[in-house]
């Protein structure tokens, strides 16, 4: 069964600093990868995904991650925080399964607190 | 379009008691899965509809738990009879096509006291 492993349960950072939040899933074949986000009294939203084609996917607000097979992971990373960005990411895997649904597997999540 | 809607957003029942939590997908989707995140650990699948039918529920916990897809649209997940152990979120998702990513509701916040 896959597994994701969040390493970084909270992660503190200055406003306009660099960020990477860590994310590592176990081997398969091929897999389908997301990245979530929590904000503060509200329902998990879809940062960024990854199915297929290049190993670099990008968000609207300046996140990105990179898939990287070989090391089995999906590191989430942002060149400048912004106080805003303050919330929960939660990474997740999919198998695309031989029946085509895909049962979310997620990790424990990292809480990026971002301090001016 | 209007997204995932989940209601209540907070409930707070006695333990041995019965607590229902609604999910209304986006109308259209066939998908609707539940989801649940005890206090401090991921979140994990419980259950996926395809339209009305169970399509994987071994997510369940036990039997304790009792989720319906009425006419393939708003799902209800029943706890009967809650435990202390239940307490956690909830969440319900909807999708129209795999592989394309869930659309999740806000979720609701169950505590058993």
């Known amino acids: 069964a896959q597994s994701v492993t969040q390493l970084d349960s909270q992660v503190p950072v200055f406003e306009e600093a660099p960020v990477e939040l860590r994310c590592n899933y176990s081997s398969s074949v091929s897999v389908y990868l997301f990245w979530y986000v929590q904000y503060p009294n509200q329902g998990l939203q879809l940062l960024l995904k990854y199915l297929s084609g290049s190993t670099l996917v990008k968000s609207i607000n300046g996140f990105e991650a990179e898939f990287n097979k070989s090391q089995t992971s999906f590191h989430l990373r942002k060149p400048s925080v912004h106080i805003s960005d303050t919330a929960e990411y939660f990474c997740a895997v999919s198998d695309p399964g031989n029946t085509g649904f895909q049962k979310l597997v997620f990790g424990t999540g990292t809480r990026l607190l971002v301090s001016p | 379009e209007a997204g995932v809607t989940q209601f209540p957003s907070h409930s707070v029942i006695e333990k041995g008691q019965t607590v229902t939590l609604r999910c209304d997908p986006i109308s259209g989707h066939d998908n609707l899965y539940w989801y649940r995140r005890v206090m401090g650990k991921e979140i994990k699948f419980l259950l996926h509809?395809?339209?009305?039918?169970?399509?994987?529920e071994s997510g369940m916990p036990n039997n304790r738990f009792l989720a319906e897809r009425t006419g393939g649209t708003y799902s209800t997940l029943k706890v009967q009879p809650a435990e202390l152990e239940d307490s956690g979120v909830y969440f319900c998702?909807?999708?129209?096509?795999?592989?394309?990513?869930?659309?999740f509701g806000s979720g609701t916040r169950l505590t058993v006291v």
């Open positions: 998702a909807s999708s129209q096509e795999r592989g394309s990513g869930y659309t």
């Open positions: 509809f395809v339209k009305e039918s169970k399509q994987d």
